[in-house]
Every structure is written in structure tokens, then in C-alpha cells.
């Protein structure tokens, strides 16, 4: 892509753009050469998910820009890797036949943002963390946070003493790659969470309760103008259904929503495709 990506300072530049991929909560895909002829074996390019080169690249821009597109493809499959020959995606680069390129998906750690530190929310931090999210656990009682009761490492505990609303926004951040349940115990608390969350518009958002405990907040934020194209990405009530009873189960339903939210699965029975 540029004659100085085999030297340092472009060794800096694709850092410093994975970096700000992180940082930003944006997705992107890092391409490498993993077997290509001498000296481009190594090579990286960075794209975004739109088919765009960003940083790094070989010393040919048509092959850089091929695949750049196939990392586009790639960005929407549900892989974290894969490696794939040229030719099957690039036929006409007869000069670059015999290569090898590895896709990597480059995203921030997952994040849920639990609203709530009841039984249900309590539930749904612990295993959360246990399958691999970082969990921030928000409530306004500070003795339903004691670290006696969420000894895991990956549950960050925030007490609302400033209000839902502020606490939530702080954890939501810009949105990308956070998932946010509001298992709160009332109508309030949850209007005030849903309010400081449906602005930054995160990757899911959800809200327990009763249809129709649901619908009242969900009144009260079109009332204060909330958009409807938004309101309807809320999943309320939360989670699939599963018949759950007990808070465990509860939570459950509510993280197999948001893993097949995150990995665009559909909820439906893998036993489905005999009756198909």
C-alpha cells in the first residue's frame, strides 16, 4: 500500500490504526500473507468492514485492493480467522496464484453493561464473564455490590450515586461492541437507565419485565422524544424464549439473546433443518 510498510514507522502506522480500532469500538480486518513468495511473506493489510484499505498493504495496489473487498466478506461471516487462497477470491492475479492470505477480525473485547444487581443481574454478570464478556454491573444500592458477592475479575462494579443515568452513559460509552441488559427493579429506574442507554445506541439493548411494564417506559421515552426507529430495537421484554423460571434461567435466555445478537444467529432449534 505505501513503501514504508516494511519498516518501522509502518510497523508503527498498522498499530497505531489497530489501535484506534479498539479505541473507536469499530470492527476492522487484519490480512496477512502467510504463504506468498519471498519478501512478502508477512505482509499485513488492515481494511475496514466497508472494503477499505487502512493501514499496512503489499507493494501491489490492485492485490491490496482485492483483498481489502474480501476482507468486507469476511467481516460479516460469524469466523474470528480464516485462511483463504488467493485464487478463490482473486482469479485474475495469476501472478499472486499459490498465495495464502489469513483474515483476522479486529474488535474490542465484548462488553455487557447490566443494569440492575438483583437476582437476575447478578446471574447474568457471573455468566456473562464466565463465556468470555467483560461485565460492568451498575445498581444504586452500594450493599448489592459488596465484591464479596462478585469475586470474578471480569465484573467491574459501579455504584449509581450520581443517578442511573450518568453511570449508565460512562459504561455504554459510544455503544460498539456493548450489549446492555436493564434488569432493574422498577418503572423509574428503568426509564432513567433506558434513557442515558438509547442515546449511544449500543450494538443490543433489552429490558426485563412484563409486556406491559415494558410498554409503559417504552410510552414514556417516545413521549419524551425518542425516536421509534429506535425504541424498536429494544428487545422488551428480554431475552428468547426458553420457559425460564429461576434467575439463573433468566439470565440464561437473556445471554443466548445477546450471543445470538453478537453472532447473528437466530435463536431457533439447530434440530430445525430435519424437518426442514
Request: glycine letters at 10%; a negative charge.
Amino acid at each position: 500500500m505505501n513503501e514504508t510498510d516494511d519498516a518501522p514507522d509502518g510497523a508503527e502506522h498498522l498499530a497505531a490504526a489497530i489501535a484506534r480500532t479498539l479505541e473507536d469500538g469499530a470492527v476492522a480486518v487484519l490480512a496477512t500473507l502467510v504463504e506468498a513468495p519471498q519478501p512478502h511473506t508477512g505482509a499485513k493489510l488492515l481494511s475496514n468492514i466497508s472494503g477499505e484499505p487502512v493501514a499496512g498493504g503489499t507493494t501491489d495496489p490492485v492485490l491490496d485492493e482485492s483483498i481489502a473487498r474480501r476482507a468486507a466478506l469476511f467481516a460479516d461471516s460469524r469466523a474470528e480467522a480464516q485462511t483463504i487462497n488467493l485464487e478463490t477470491f482473486a482469479p485474475e492475479l495469476t501472478m499472486w496464484h499459490g498465495v495464502r492470505v489469513l483474515f483476522e477480525r479486529v474488535e474490542g473485547e465484548p462488553r455487557v453493561v447490566v443494569c440492575g444487581a438483583g437476582h437476575v443481574g447478578a446471574s447474568l454478570a457471573r455468566l456473562a464473564v464466565a463465556i468470555g464478556y467483560r461485565v460492568t454491573l451498575i445498581d444504586d444500592r452500594a450493599d448489592f455490590l459488596a465484591r464479596a458477592r462478585f469475586p470474578e475479575a471480569g465484573i467491574e462494579l459501579v455504584a449509581a450515586t450520581e443517578g442511573w443515568g450518568r453511570a449508565v452513559q460512562l459504561a455504554v460509552g459510544k455503544g460498539r461492541g456493548v450489549y446492555v441488559a436493564v434488569v432493574t427493579r422498577g418503572h423509574n429506574e428503568d426509564e432513567e437507565c433506558m434513557r442515558a442507554v438509547v442515546a449511544a445506541r449500543p450494538d443490543y439493548v433489552g429490558m426485563i419485565g412484563s409486556r406491559r411494564r415494558t410498554n409503559i417506559v417504552l410510552e414514556r421515552l417516545r413521549e419524551a422524544g425518542v425516536p421509534g426507529e429506535i425504541l424498536k430495537d429494544v428487545r422488551a421484554p428480554i431475552g428468547l424464549d426458553i420457559g425460564a423460571v429461576s434467575p439463573e434461567e433468566v439470565a440464561l435466555a437473556v445471554l443466548a439473546e445477546i450471543v445470538a445478537a453478537r453472532r447473528g444467529g437466530t435463536g431457533a432449534p439447530l434440530s430445525a433443518w430435519r424437518r426442514a
